[in-house]
C-alpha cells in the first residue's frame, strides 16, 4: 500500500485477506496442538486438584515456541516497519524537493511541509 497505491486494490482482495486469516488460525491451531501433544494424549494427567490447568512443556519446545510465536513475528514486524519508514522518507524528500521548486512563487508553512 505505500511503494505502491494504485496497486493496492488490484491485489489485496477481501477473499485473499481471508484465506490469509484462516492459514494464520490453522497454523496456530498446528503449532499448539503439537506442543500440547501429551496433554492431549493424557488429559488431566498433570492436575493434582479439581480446576487446576497445568501444562508440562520441555525446554526445547518451550525455546521453539518463543522463536516461532514471539521473536519471528516481531522481526517479520520490524523489518517491514523499517522498509515502511524507508519509502516514507523517500516520499517526503521527493515531495520537499517539490514543494521547494514550488514554493518560489508561494511560501509553504513549516507543518505543510
Known amino acids: 500500500a505505500i511503494c505502491y497505491p494504485l496497486h493496492y486494490f488490484t491485489k489485496v482482495k477481501p477473499k485473499r485477506v481471508q484465506v490469509c486469516v484462516c492459514l494464520c488460525w490453522m497454523f496456530a491451531a498446528l503449532i499448539y496442538s503439537l506442543l500440547l501433544k501429551k496433554n492431549l494424549q493424557h488429559p488431566g494427567r498433570y492436575k493434582s486438584c479439581i480446576g487446576e490447568c497445568v501444562i508440562d512443556i520441555d525446554h ?3 525455546l521453539f515456541d518463543l522463536i516461532v510465536t ?3 513475528p516481531i522481526t517479520v ?3 517491514l516497519h523499517m522498509r515502511i519508514f524507508g519509502v516514507v522518507v523517500y516520499q517526503a524528500r521527493a515531495m520537499r524537493s517539490h514543494i521547494v521548486v514550488v514554493t518560489t512563487k508561494v511560501s509553504v508553512k513549516k507543518s505543510e511541509m
Open 77 to 79: 514486524i520490524v523489518i
Open 60 to 62: 526445547i519446545v518451550n
Open 70 to 72: 514471539f521473536i519471528f
